[in-house]
Structure formats: structure tokens, C-alpha cells
């Protein structure tokens, strides 16, 4: 019975892992994983949800970076999200609009938490890029390939959680014993 807990929890803090890394794409299960400054969370709109794929969504769910997207006072329309950089007080997008330029999205939260502004969006004209090694930036170009071994190891890790569930509520019942390794 040790060993069916130990394998358990081994699964359990893989799974962690693994829907820790899927949260920077957007697609986690979990939610609990925030590494931004902001309210901010990236996340995949399958049909279900308008098919814009990835977009970066406040805390209400409204899309602040999405395919679609245009700014009060420009002319641009986000086509697609190239990459996204962040650290601990900063987050950027580089986006590419319908005539495929490239274009930079600062989005930065209110200084007081007391303001009564919300979060900030600046978007900078073609050629500002910032080249910032500080920053740790993701790139949504593929998020299919990027992600694939990640949700196939996730979908084995639910598979592995359940079949290490059953047993360990069968040991617990005295139907099955590890020592001899079956059932009854």
C-alpha cells in the first residue's frame, strides 16, 4: 500500500509539473500557477469560445491581446501573437497585424492599488522591440507542436492517477494485495 501512495503522489506532483507548463500556453487545468505581475492569464479559445486561439485575458475573461484585437486611436488589427515576455513587474507582447508587421504591446497594472484605472495597454509603433534578457519570453507561433508531448503526457499521468486510485482504494479494502500483485 506504500508503494501504490508513493506512486500516487509521484503522479499527482507530475501532473503539477506538466499543467504548470501548459498554463504558459493556455491551456491549464489547474489555474493555480500565476508567475505575472497582473491579473493576466494566457489562455487557448477553442470554437467553444470564438476559435481566436491564444489570447491573453484579464481576470473578468475579457480578451486584453487576441487575434482580432484593435486599440482605441490605431489602425493596426492584431492578426496573431507572435511571443510574449514577462518578469516579475513587466509584461510584453509582440504581435504582427494584417499587412504582417510587427508591433509591441506593454501591458502594465496601476501603481496604488487603491486606482481607480485598471490596467494599462501602450502600443508601440512598427520597429520598437525590446530585446530584454531579463525578460522569459514564450512563443505562440505553434502552440500544437510546442504542447503536444505535454498534453499527451498529461492525458498518461490522469490514466496512471486513476488506475493507481482504483488499486489503492482496492488495497484499502482488502481486495488486492501488492505483495502478491493481483487482485482478490
Do not use: C
Not at 508503494?3 to 503522479?11: D, K, N, P, Q, Y
Not at 491581446?65 to 482605441?72: D, I
Not at 494584417?98 to 484605472?117: A, C, V
Amino acid at each position: 500500500m506504500k508503494r501504490l501512495a508513493l506512486s500516487l503522489a509521484v503522479v499527482i506532483a507530475a501532473y503539477i509539473f506538466v499543467d504548470r507548463e501548459l498554463f504558459f500556453y493556455g491551456k491549464s487545468f489547474l489555474k493555480v500557477y500565476s508567475p505575472f505581475h497582473s491579473a493576466i492569464t494566457p489562455e487557448y479559445w477553442d470554437a467553444k469560445l470564438g476559435n481566436l486561439g491564444f489570447v491573453l485575458a484579464d481576470e473578468h475573461g475579457m480578451n486584453i491581446v487576441s487575434p482580432g484585437t484593435r486599440y482605441f486611436g490605431s489602425e493596426i488589427t492584431v492578426q496573431k501573437i507572435h511571443r510574449y515576455g514577462y518578469d516579475e513587474n513587466r509584461l510584453f507582447v509582440i504581435v504582427y497585424d494584417s499587412s504582417n508587421s510587427e508591433y509591441l504591446i506593454s501591458i502594465n497594472e496601476p501603481i496604488k492599488e487603491d486606482s481607480e484605472h485598471g490596467i494599462t495597454i501602450v502600443l508601440f509603433q512598427e520597429g520598437k522591440i525590446i530585446n530584454d534578457d531579463k525578460l522569459n519570453w514564450i512563443n505562440t507561433n505553434n502552440i500544437y507542436h510546442d504542447t503536444f508531448y505535454y498534453v499527451l503526457f498529461r492525458v498518461i499521468l490522469i490514466l496512471l492517477f486513476v488506475l493507481f486510485s482504483i488499486l489503492l482504494i482496492l488495497s484499502i479494502l482488502g481486495f488486492y494485495s501488492e505483495r502478491q500483485g493481483r487482485l482478490f
